[in-house]
Nanobody, 115 residues
């Protein structure tokens, strides 16, 4: 059974940093495109960042220059380093793993940016 388990969320002040982790229990983790998405209160879920098997990264304009996605294929884990956090980054953050005919989501981790 495939599981994606996010961790690392919490409460942080504006300007602060958090690092999210997503541990995947999938076979052949390295073939998956791994992504982070988020849903703010009252909003639709939106794309944040992704990293393909070859390592190329992509970001939403709203987080470019502040967030960094990375993966460790030896640990079947993807990370999201979030710096210079803003109140508008407050959301539930979800991990996603996609490959041919496969699409899995985690349960999410709450990130709250507030003073």
């Amino acid at each position: 059974q495939v599981q994606l388990v996010e961790s690392g969320g919490g409460l942080v002040q504006p300007g602060g940093s958090l690092r999210l982790s997503c541990a995947a229990s999938v076979s052949a983790f390295s073939i998956y495109v791994m992504g982070w998405y988020r849903r703010a209160p009252g909003q639709q879920r939106e794309y944040v960042a992704s990293i393909i098997p070859g390592g190329t990264m992509n970001y939403a304009d709203s987080v470019k220059g502040r967030f960094t996605i990375s993966r460790d294929n030896t640990k079947d884990t993807v990370y999201l380093q979030m710096n210079s956090l803003k109140p508008e980054d407050t959301a539930v953050y979800y991990c996603r793993a996609t490959a041919t005919r496969r699409d899995y989501w985690g349960q999410g981790t709450q990130v709250t940016v507030s003073s």
